[in-house]
């Protein structure tokens, strides 16, 4: 049901308005996100690093075989199905009380980082919602969403509204 739904959906202005910032400053923009949707990938991006994983990925639950592209639709009919070597497939996807993904890159890059950008995010999910603490001080940091976060104190800036209406003109980018 998820893939069928994150199948239909299509990026927005915000993720345009990253992917050229991405084309713009190539590596020097590290583009993390919690969603495991590819609507980053849809708009342009390619250095995108997805700390829940990928929806559109599957892998095996017991040997080291890599995540594999895979748009299949689960058949409960069918049963689970199973890897060579005889484990479960499930979907590439971190689920609630799992570590996230990619967490040594994640952390190399907020040490790194002079702005921190969030978007759309509770404020509320960890280790996520730590990270602005972890680069405050020294960064710049930037919300931008509909909703204020419930770490919206650890910014110094909140911009409020729509991702896809803020995102491109904090960023000067035109997405038309």
Request: charge should be negative; glycine fraction near 8%.
């Amino acid at each position: 049901m998820r893939r069928r739904v994150a199948a239909e959906a299509k990026p927005n202005p915000a993720h345009s308005a990253l992917a050229k910032l991405e084309q713009k400053l190539q590596d020097r923009l590290f583009l993390c996100t919690q969603n495991v949707d590819d609507l980053h990938e849809q708009a342009g991006s390619i250095r995108v690093v997805h700390m829940h994983g990928e929806l559109f990925k599957s892998r095996c639950d017991r040997c080291t075989r890599p995540p594999f592209h895979d748009t299949s639709m689960y058949d409960p009919s069918a049963g689970i199905p199973r890897c060579e070597c005889g484990g479960r497939i499930r979907p590439h996807i971190c689920w609630f009380g799992e570590v996230p993904l990619d967490l040594d890159r994640i952390f190399h890059a907020l040490d790194e980082c002079t702005v921190f950008m969030a978007v759309g995010t509770s404020g509320v999910v960890e280790p996520a919602a730590s990270f602005v603490a972890q680069v405050g001080g020294r960064a710049r940091t930037i919300y931008v969403g509909a909703e204020e976060p419930a770490n919206a104190s650890a910014f110094t800036e909140c911009h409020l509204g729509k991702a896809g209406e803020v995102l491109p003109n904090l960023l000067g980018t035109s997405c038309v």
